[in-house]
Structure formats: structure tokens, C-alpha cells
């Protein structure tokens, strides 16, 4: 049965979850104003997957995915299996590891986007509705598992669209150099009924990756949340602390905003020359080691939630591990400072601090006005039982 527990502080940083007490947090001056609120949890057993994630609630039902393969689970509110299927082999609505999470239309079918095979419309059962091809192939591939969404279906008009991006999204058969990047549109809109794709959203005039150099792919990924109610795309790309807000109430989004961001330890790459880089190349970590990353961006209430990794500050030691003279716990140290973090955003500007728990895969999912999260299994026994959590951000 699900549980109500009792609301608590928790006290320990998203992504392994403690502060690195190298950084001068200036948030942390300040009395923290928020807390995560646990109201329930549900547990779920006898689980045989390798990478067992949360995908969303559909019709009071709990949906998980082995986002290591096709395999999909339904179980109720108490963590009774009601349903399992997959979407393995040569079959209509194919997916596997190159998809990302589902998303959900309104008729509560399921919507998965899978870069090698193509955009799928499922119902809950594992039906195909559609099944549409890609849009485009990839020249390269890369991005950990994670609770974060990649993509999102939002509503324009009487269509339902997915939001997403691809690290190639347009034939270019020049050298990758500024230019590339002056005429690129970093977003696809996906008609998820007639699969008519369009590309939306240059980078602004004011963008550092219009500096003139070139950059890793990975850098200029595009992280976003639209926000129905209000028709306002969030966009932040991964390395640059700057938040653009568009509004989305017409047919094309209109750049509003933008906000250059005062995140704990991040900092800014400005690039290489032309011809340092290839196209396509996601990163190079010699050239481009613990890179500042902004990992996601979420909405709750009035407020946004965004995670991002921070650079280490020990710089001599980041040397020592690229030239292979680094000791375990010179390493060691490096992780806990590059442990990713995550900062609200308030309306009126204000960044502050937010310490979460250790979390399933470092990461969560932001479902209307709940929180939800899964509770890290330990690395030492195999696991076949899950808890998700879900929870609320609390004002103090």
C-alpha cells in the first residue's frame, strides 16, 4: 500500500548529494527557503531489469521502463504489476537504448522518440498507432540515463507536437565553422499525428556560441521546458548559464528575455578555432575535461529548478588525471566537486541552493505539482526491488 511519511528535510545533494565544501556558496548565506517534502512512496518487486526507470502516471497507472531495452511495466498505486511488455526485434513500433523517456499525449498513449528508429505512438497496452521513421541519422550519439526529460509534447492549436533536439538536425556538407552554427535551429517540432517536422529557434544574436569559434556539440545541446499554461519556452543550452525565455503563444516562438545566471561554480567555455573540432564530435575530455553542464530544467509552481554540473576549482589535479599520474583519491576528489547541484529559480531572480536526496540515476521528474524520484539501490546487491518516491517543493 502506498504510504504517508512523515515530511522531512532531506538533506543530501541530487547526484551523489553532498555540498563540496571547496565552493563559497553565496546562496548558502542566505536562510534556504525551500525544502523537499516526502508525502508517499510505493515500492515495487521481483523486478529483473538493468536500467529500471520511472516514466510518468497514466491513468492512476505507474509506468516504468528498462530504458536498457524495449521492456515496459504498469503496476498500480500499490506496486501490483498489472501489465508488462517490450518492443524487441524486427516489429512495428520498435524502440530500444537509443530512445529517450516517454512522454504522454492527452488521450494517455504513450510517445517515445527513438533516434535510430523513429518516433512512436503507443497505447498503454504496446498497440502502435504510429510508426513513423527518423527525421534524420545521426552523425554521433551520446547522453547518460537519467529521470530528465530530452523531449516534451506540448499543444499548439488542436495538435499535439513533440519538442526535441538532435545533434545533427540539417544536411551540411561544409566545414563545421562559425557559419554552421550562425544559420543552425537547435529545436524539431514533430506533428506526432503526421510526423511534419519543422525547425525552430536560432541561437540569439547575443549568444556566446555566435562568438566566431566552434564548439563540441554537447555544449550547445539545447535543455528547454514549455510551460502550457503560460505558453513560455525555458531554454538554456548545456554550456551557458544563460536562461531565454520565449513566448510561445503564436505560431513561432518570440525571444522575451534573457537571464545570465550566477550558478555556483559553473564556468564558460568560449570555444575553439575552426577546424579544432569536428562536426559531430559530442566532446573530447582532454580538451574539454569536467566541463560546466547544465543537466536540466524543471517548473514547479512559479518556480524553476535547474541542475547543472559545476567545474572543479583544483585545476592541478584535473592535469594529473588527463597526464595518467592521478591517485584514487585525487579522483575521488574531483567527483565530489563535480557532483551535479540544483538551484531554484524564483521569479524575482533570486538563485537559491536546494539540497536533495540521493537519487536512483542522479535525477527526477516533475509531474503537475508532485516530485517524483527513485531511491538508489545499493551498487553492491543486485536489485530486483524499486521505491519511487514522490514528494513536493515547500516554501518556508
Partial sequence: MMRKLIPCYLLLFILACQRPSEYEDPNKAQNQTFRLEKTDSVTVKDILARVFLFQGSVNDRLIFRDRATSEVYSFDQNGELLDQWNKEGDVPGKFGMASGNFAFDQAGNFV????????KLLKPGG??????????????????????????LIKKGDEEYLLYSLDIIEEYYNNYDAEFLKER???????????????????????????????????????????????????MYMADPTLYIYDWSGELPVLKEEKALELT?????????????????????????????????????????????????????????????????????????????TAVLRPDGQVISLDLPEMYYNSFKVIDEEIFWMKKPDP???AEEFTLYRGKLVSE
Avoid: C, W
Avoid at 195 to 207: A, D
Avoid at 290 to 305: R, T
Fill in 112 to 119: 517515445v522518440l527513438d533516434i535510430m528508429n523513429g518516433l
Fill in 127 to 152: 498497440e502502435v498507432i504510429q510508426d513513423f521513421g527518423i527525421y534524420q541519422n545521426q552523425v554521433s550519439l551520446g547522453g547518460a540515463f537519467t529521470h530528465f526529460d530530452t523531449e516534451q
Fill in 185 to 235: 535551429k537547435n529545436l524539431l517540432m514533430t506533428n506526432i499525428a503526421t510526423n511534419e517536422t519543422q525547425q525552430v529557434i536560432p541561437f540569439p544574436e547575443s549568444s556566446n556560441f555566435l562568438n566566431g569559434n566552434v564548439f563540441y556539440f554537447r555544449d550547445f545541446r539545447p535543455v528547454f521546458h514549455f510551460d502550457q499554461n503560460e505558453e513560455i519556452l525555458y531554454l
Fill in 265 to 341: 561554480g559553473f564556468e564558460i567555455h568560449e570555444g575553439f578555432e575552426p577546424g579544432a573540432v569536428g562536426l559531430g564530435q559530442i566532446n573530447d575530455n582532454k580538451k574539454r575535461s569536467y566541463p560546466s553542464l547544465i543537466q536540466n530544467i524543471s517548473k514547479f509552481g512559479e518556480n524553476l529548478l535547474i541542475t547543472y554540473n559545476p567545474s572543479p576549482k583544483d585545476k592541478p589535479a584535473i592535469e594529473r588525471v588527463l597526464a595518467g599520474d592521478a591517485t584514487d583519491e585525487t579522483k575521488a576528489k574531483l567527483r565530489e566537486q563535480y557532483k551535479s547541484r
Fill in 380 to 382: 553492491d546487491i543486485e
